[in-house]
């Protein structure tokens, strides 16, 4: 069965970093993409930040320049470096894992997944 696990949220003043760490565990066999979404109170999900195995990265483009995604595919786990963060980007931070292949029984299958959440508040 596959979890993803994310850590690293917490609170912090304006112009302050963070760093998020997700950990999918299970038998995994690949995973295609990595990403990170959040949610604001009263506002949809949106992307952050993804980045494929290979090592493409996309960034919405209020955090360009300001946040960093990398990910260690042998660990299956993917960071977010947030630095110079705003009170604009409070909200709770989920991680997704999306085109992951992993070991069920005697077959491959085949599932999107996303971590519980955790939450980011940038405020003085």
């Known amino acids: 069965q596959v979890h993803l696990v994310e850590s690293g949220g917490g609170l912090v003043q304006p112009g302050g970093s963070l760093r998020l760490s997700c950990a999918a565990s299970?038998?995994?066999?690949?995973?295609?993409?990595m990403g990170w979404y959040r949610q604001a109170p009263g506002k949809e999900r949106e992307l952050v930040a993804s980045i494929t195995s290979s090592g493409t990265t996309n960034y919405a483009d209020s955090v360009k320049g300001r946040f960093t995604i990398s990910r260690d595919n042998a660990k299956n786990t993917v960071y977010l470096q947030m630095n110079s963060l705003k009170p604009e980007d409070t909200a709770v931070y989920y991680c997704?894992?999306?085109?992951?292949?992993?070991?069920?029984?005697?077959?491959?299958?085949?599932?999107?997944?996303w971590g519980q959440g955790t939450q980011v508040t940038v405020s003085s």
């Open positions: 299970g038998i995994i066999v690949s995973i295609n993409t």
């Open positions: 997704a894992a999306e085109g992951l292949r992993s070991w069920v029984g005697t077959v491959v299958d085949e599932y999107d997944y």
